[in-house]
């Protein structure tokens, strides 16, 4: 069970003055939504004072795991211009009490609640119709692109899947869990902000999740951040002839063949020895031959390279996982199957309609949770940006022997998911909360 509760409104309600006409009058009111652990959602609204102070619960409504409404109930404590308001579906106390459930809807509490509760039961909660997450098959509803817009992705692609849990019974455990998300792919566009140009991520605009799995934490669990560095060398040679084409460039042909000249200055003012194996890589490189090959050969000496590692880039880090899911019933054989079906189709690439181009596959938001007071994001593990999932293998005989139940589900399936995260992990991106291992 998870709860949140949305922040207070204003909301004018019209009202009756004694024997006079109705007049409105600004009341504020919060709502509070809670997830249960048949799957169902329960959603109350508060009429509260102007400091968001509760005053009075006015109606309480209950949606099951189906989306079906089993409960509506306006308490006496709900003024008459309440109860009109509460009825009316165009009032503006319901389109407040939808607001604030959709803002409930959106705290951590809700988000990662593992009741089983879909996100469209919530919108139900809060009064809109909610969309059917079990269609295997939605009619495809893009519009046709424009120019410079992506094709509309083919009739039949899926883009709505259900959220699904195993074992069944986990929701009502006190066990950590790990849950995947998918999230249809946003492509990135350039930015001109600031000095020059930049490249905003999609990742960081995904929509609401479309479907997701919830599964025990599995065993083995690590992550590695890395970054590419790699050595360089540069000999003072090399220093010179970078100096004297950068002054060449920014300031002249006239200046970059001065500060050549003073280069040769310097080394006629060097030792005997430094002036010859100078002038000797002088030498060389004029004639188009080995500097350092000549100059080994004749002084027995090489250019210092001054080495070092210098930084080259970023990495993106890669996680894998594996799971036994083995079924205990119907239920759970059922499950599996979905669960396995969610990854495979999720990851497929989309063909678009002209089928002249492939569409990037779905993406995934992971989050490790903790069963703690609220079910709250686990601080005691890693975070991870949006992932694509690179690799998904079944293993249908994880025993050693084909074995199926009555109805053909197999006694036990073993899957093994390699994800990488799309954009890689910056000194920014950690929050300065020092108790929270972050990525």
Not at 28 to 50: A, F, I, N, S
Not at 359 to 375: A, N
Request: hydrophobic residues 30%; proline residues 4%.
């Amino acid at each position: 069970m998870a709860s949140a509760t949305s922040p207070h409104a204003q909301v004018t309600v019209s009202e009756k003055q004694g024997r006079a006409s109705s007049k409105g009058v600004k009341k504020y009111y919060k709502t509070q939504v809670t997830t249960l652990g048949d799957g169902g959602v329960m959603r109350e609204t508060y009429r509260t004072d102007d400091k968001g102070n509760t005053i009075s619960k006015i109606q309480e409504v209950r949606i099951d795991k189906d989306g079906k409404q089993t409960k509506n109930e306006i308490l006496s404590t709900a003024t008459e211009g309440e109860k009109k308001a509460l009825n009316d579906p165009n009032s503006q106390l319901r389109t407040s009490i939808k607001n604030q459930t959709d803002k409930a809807a959106d705290s951590d509490q809700i988000k990662n609640n593992i009741d089983n509760v879909d996100p469209n039961t919530v919108k139900k909660a809060g009064g809109e119709s909610g969309n059917d997450a079990e269609n295997d098959n939605d009619e495809n509803t893009e519009s046709k692109s424009t120019a410079g817009e992506p094709e509309a992705s083919a009739e039949g692609t899926r883009t709505k899947f259900p959220t699904l849990i195993h074992p069944a019974d986990l929701g009502a455990s006190k066990q950590d869990v790990i849950r995947f998300d998918m999230h249809e792919y946003v492509p990135g566009e350039l930015s001109q902000a600031g000095p020059g140009l930049g490249f905003n991520s999609g990742t960081n605009n995904l929509g609401p999740s479309i479907g997701s799995v919830t599964l025990p934490i599995p065993s083995g669990i690590t992550d590695q951040n890395k970054a590419d560095w790699g050595s360089n060398s540069m000999t003072a040679l090399d220093i010179a002839k970078a100096s004297v084409a950068k002054e060449a460039i920014f300031e002249g042909l006239q200046e970059g063949a001065n500060e050549f000249l003073e280069y040769i200055d310097k080394v006629k003012d060097n030792s005997g020895a430094v002036a010859s194996a100078v002038g000797t890589a002088l030498a060389a490189a004029a004639a188009g031959v080995d500097g350092e090959a000549l100059l080994a050969r004749t002084t027995g000496m090489v250019m210092n390279p001054n080495m070092e590692l210098l930084f080259k880039g970023p990495t993106l880090r890669p996680f894998s996982f594996k799971f036994k899911l083995s079924p205990r019933g119907q239920t759970e054989a059922d499950t599996i199957i979905k669960i396995i079906r969610f990854f495979k189709q999720g990851s497929a690439p989309i063909r678009s309609q002209s089928n002249l181009f492939l569409k990037s596959p779905h993406i995934f938001r992971i989050t490790y949770i903790h069963r703690g007071e609220k079910g709250e994001l686990h601080k005691k593990l890693n975070a991870f940006k949006t992932c694509a999932l690179q690799g998904f293998g079944v293993n249908y005989t994880p025993t050693g022997n084909y074995a199926t139940y009555q109805d053909g589900t197999m006694v036990a399936y073993d899957i093994n998911m390699s994800f990488t995260e799309i954009t890689p992990v910056f000194n920014d991106d950690y929050d300065m909360d020092d108790s929270f291992i972050g990525f």
